[in-house]
């Protein structure tokens, strides 16, 4: 007798084990009873499966990636809401993968009517590869079981049998105390031996432990704008709806063994390999005289070069050889000549274009394309930091446009690369501290005013979390303590908190794929009508797919608007490209804190750095941004007082004077950063970035062994260390 159980029902969505700290929880439990299999099957999306695939994956626990869908008479039929039985369909390997996502993403873009509906001629089409589960009492043959229609229930099932096959379709029994259940597992045991299909014994799964089903029951009144005190309100039955045991399920299922081992057979029979790092780029269409993009996109920056500058000298040269051998040797030439191409298309139809932001103004081949338009040697700008040749990761350049027309520019993308292969991204908006308090109050029916002196207690920091308002706030710690009726609330918002509250669509996420985009990622229907993808901007990267970055500002509608208005009332053409950067009466009214409408500068705090500082050009500018953000915002006082007077600056070292003399001493760019490793330590620049990086993101581990190899160096990693280069230890 085996004493091995799979669970082959995870439902993520609208439980309390969405989310990806949640799926943690549930896949520790999982290990901590000896499975080594489970499967996620949300109701009719995959929001959670690539997540879900990744953790259970480093936990050494197989991923069985499925969904519970909707089954209709017609996808096609919007004539009526009832008649929509749920179906289980695991994915057996990666054609049954592929055809789940079709069928999932077919359900949203062709069968959504209040929910997203397949039916049959679909499922025969893209069967293959799949395993079917009749599912709980709301499958079509439990609802006939139910409805005492023991024939229709026997020609549904013979109806899945055809399209399945009796070796990948199988009755599924579940026991959570309800008398429906008795019913049709009494039933489905008569009809399995007569049809010789197998039985599998499931439990739905909304909550890790039997104690989480209060929070549970809060979150469906969350989800359903309700309160538990509404009797008509949408709820489980009981609190059997969590994570059980192979001891458990043995007693319920003791006279179906075959149903248990069958969950177990069924997992071994799943194997699914998802790919990830893998460059998954579109095709750029290539004029025929070039032998290949790097070679076009050379000529390109050729062509770039008299423009940009007056005389391309031997330093100007090296840089862009340097750039377009890693961009080759890396398979980036395609991107860079994809992100050129919409640019240049914008530009040329007179949409307004940022300038360029973050790491991608480090490059001169995107300067030399007019995808930026900042000379990267003049700042001292690194391309380390945009494209790393020590690091294999996507370069990501940020691209902003006129808020008013950014749309064009998509539909130019889509025009391009056709409409099969080009959406924008999802993205989940997720229940904060605060909110969680709100809203479990709401849902609690708890008083408003009771609720909101609760909620102001947390901290209003970034990030905060109400376990960490519990660690710093003692007025929030000793409320929680004496107050129980606090105690309760702050213990379910704590399960909520962190949890998807909603969909919408990323504000500039759009993928371009190189095949149509339902062989690649299921897909959905925006509340706009767009197509979107049901996997997030960092899940569509983690696949290999080209996630681009398209954002609309409307700072750049109102410098078009405004160009336009002066060239209409005065007949000046001006170039926002070719004003001077050092403008005194621009500098004048900053220095005045006459800020307000001013992007970046507006906010009380920042205007007064800027009075403060009184800036003569864009550079004193870029300081204040780049100073006005947690880490090097401790650096203000001391940046002001040397910028006014240079005869106090200091540095550690000589060897810092190069690189921080220009920012009088305080070290606040991320290529000052990189520079300092590379100078003192002897770091290669793509070294010194993937430490920047462990900082950005606070890896501590990291940071303590690079500690130890900036100090005395790593000689197998080509680094010499500081004591070596003429640094003291001290």
């Keep these: 007798m085996t004493e091995k159980f799979t669970h082959l029902h995870v439902h993520t969505q609208y439980s309390l084990l969405d989310g990806a700290s949640k799926i943690d929880l549930l896949l520790a439990r999982a290990k901590k009873l000896g499975m080594d299999s489970i499967a996620i099957t949300d109701h009719g999306v995959m929001y959670g499966a690539v997540d879900f695939y990744q953790q259970a994956q480093k936990m050494n626990i197989k991923p069985i990636i499925g969904c519970e869908v909707y089954v209709t008479q017609s996808r096609f039929d919007r004539s009526q809401r009832g008649g929509i039985y749920h179906l289980i369909l695991l994915a057996e390997n990666n054609t049954g993968y592929h055809n789940l996502m079709k069928l999932v993403s077919l359900s949203h873009l062709e069968g959504f009517y209040y929910k997203p509906r397949i039916d049959k001629d679909i499922l025969r089409k893209y069967s293959e590869g799949l395993i079917c589960l009749s599912a709980c009492i709301a499958g079509e043959v439990p609802v006939k079981i139910l409805q005492r229609d023991i024939d229709g229930a026997e020609r549904a099932a013979q109806e899945y049998i055809e399209i399945f096959g009796k070796e990948n379709y199988f009755f599924e029994i579940q026991d959570h105390g309800l008398d429906e259940e008795r019913v049709v597992n009494r039933e489905l045991k008569r009809m399995a031996a007569k049809f010789g299909v197998g039985l599998v014994a499931t439990n739905d799964l909304h909550y890790v432990e039997k104690a989480d089903a209060e929070a549970q029951d809060v979150l469906l009144c969350i989800q359903t704008a309700s309160t538990v005190d509404d009797p008509k309100r949408m709820k489980f039955a009981n609190d059997e709806y969590y994570l059980k045991s192979y001891g458990e399920m043995a007693e319920r299922f003791a006279d179906c063994q075959e149903a248990l ?153 889509i025009k391009r690369y056709g409409k099969e292969r080009v959406a924008q991204i999802i993205t989940f908006g997720t229940l904060q501290a605060r909110a969680a308090v709100r809203d479990v109050g709401r849902a609690l029916d708890l008083p408003y005013s009771f609720v909101d002196n609760v909620a102001k207690m947390i901290p209003r920091e970034l990030g905060i ?188 070292h000589p060897l810092l004077e190069p690189i921080l003399s220009v920012t009088y001493g305080c070290m606040i760019y991320q290529e000052q950063v990189m520079q300092v490793f590379q100078s003192l330590a002897g770091y290669s620049l793509g070294k010194a970035d993937m430490v920047r990086r462990a900082m950005s993101k606070k890896k501590m581990k990291e940071l303590e062994k690079e500690r130890v190899n900036f100090i005395y160096g790593n000689e197998e990693l080509g680094i010499d260390g500081a004591i070596k280069r003429g640094v003291p230890e001290a």
């Design 261 to 413: 081992e069958n969950t177990v057979k069924i997992a071994e029979r799943c194997h699914v390999e998802l790919e990830f790092g893998h460059l998954l780029l579109p095709e750029f269409p290539i004029p025929e005289k070039y032998a290949n993009a790097t070679e076009y996109l050379r000529d390109l920056c050729l062509q770039g070069l008299p423009q940009r500058y007056a005389k391309a000298d031997e330093k100007v040269i090296q840089r862009l050889d340097y750039e377009l051998d890693i961009i080759d040797r890396m398979g980036y030439s395609c991107y860079f000549l994809i992100v050129w191409d919409f640019i240049n298309y914008s530009r040329k139809n007179e949409i307004p274009v940022g300038p360029g932001r973050g790491s991608a103004a480090g490059s001169i081949v995107a300067y030399l394309l007019g995808i930026t338009n900042i000379d990267p040697l003049k700042y001292d700008l690194l391309f380390e930091r945009f494209l790393n040749p020590e690091r294999v990761s996507m370069p990501d350049i940020d691209t902003d446009f006129c808020y008013v027309n950014r749309g064009r520019v998509l539909e130019y993308i």
């Design 465 to 652: 979390t109400l376990e960490k308002a519990l660690e710093t706030s003692n007025d929030f710690k000793a409320l929680y303590d004496s107050d129980e009726k606090v105690k309760r609330l702050i213990d379910i918002a704590k399960k909520v908190e962190g949890m998807p509250r909603n969909s919408g669509t990323h504000a500039a996420g759009v993928v371009i794929t190189p095949r149509d985009l339902i062989d690649c990622v299921p897909l959905q229907l925006s509340n706009e009508g767009l197509v979107i993808t049901q996997y997030d901007k960092d899940k569509v990267e983690n696949l290999g797919l080209l996630k681009m970055d398209l954002l609309g500002l409307r700072t750049l509608t109102v410098i078009g608007d405004t160009l336009r208005y002066i060239y209409e009332t005065t007949g000046e053409k001006i170039d926002i490209e070719k004003i001077p950067l050092d403008d005194d009466a621009t500098c004048a009214m900053l220095r005045r804190g006459d800020t307000q409408g001013v992007f970046q500068l507006e906010s009380a705090g920042i205007t007064n750095v800027v009075t403060g500082l009184r800036p003569q050009s864009i550079e004193d500018i870029t300081a204040v941004v780049a100073l006005y953000r947690p880490g090097p915002m401790q650096s203000i006082p001391r940046y002001i007082e040397c910028r006014h007077h240079p005869e106090k600056v200091t540095y550690k």
